[in-house]
């Protein structure tokens, strides 16, 4: 699985993910600090990443239907420090061996909510 992570996420988001043998890329490996997220998605899916972010703009399932794209994790947590973050994306890998492709995902320190195709 390839991931991208959201510019709003530590950078060392990415090496949990990595050192969990996944490739994992930021949005500033590619310079796309700043951009819109129409371009954020646009890069994903041409690249076939899943996006993981803090952005709730991407938990629109009209804007961004499950099953339109590789995958999206969205990250909901009141404290968006370090290591919160950190851990949160450490507890999504041994969870990721089935998530489906397309899903929508939202992180919350008790819960993983999954939104497939279909539903919307």
């Given amino acids: 699985?390839?991931?991208?992570?959201?510019?709003?996420?530590?950078t060392e988001c990415a090496t949990v993910l990595r050192t969990a043998g996944f490739d994992a890329e930021t949005i500033e490996d590619e310079e796309l600090s700043g951009a819109p997220?129409?371009?954020?998605?646009?890069?994903?899916?041409?690249?076939?990443?899943?996006?993981?972010?803090?952005?709730?703009?991407f938990a629109n399932v009209r804007a961004y239907a499950p099953g339109t794209h590789p995958g999206i994790i969205v990250i909901r947590s009141r404290s968006q420090d370090e290591p919160t973050l950190k851990a949160l994306v450490g507890r999504v890998v041994p969870e990721l061996?089935?998530?489906?492709?397309?899903?929508?995902?939202?992180?919350?320190?008790?819960?993983?909510?999954?939104?497939?195709?279909?539903?919307?």
């Fill in 97 to 120: 061996e089935r998530m489906g492709a397309g899903e929508l995902w939202i992180v919350e320190p008790g819960r993983i909510r999954i939104r497939e195709k279909g539903e919307g």
């Fill in 37 to 57: 997220d129409a371009d954020v998605f646009e890069v994903c899916c041409r690249e076939r990443r899943i996006l993981v972010t803090l952005d709730l703009d």
């Fill in 1 to 10: 699985m390839k991931f991208k992570i959201d510019e709003n996420l530590p």
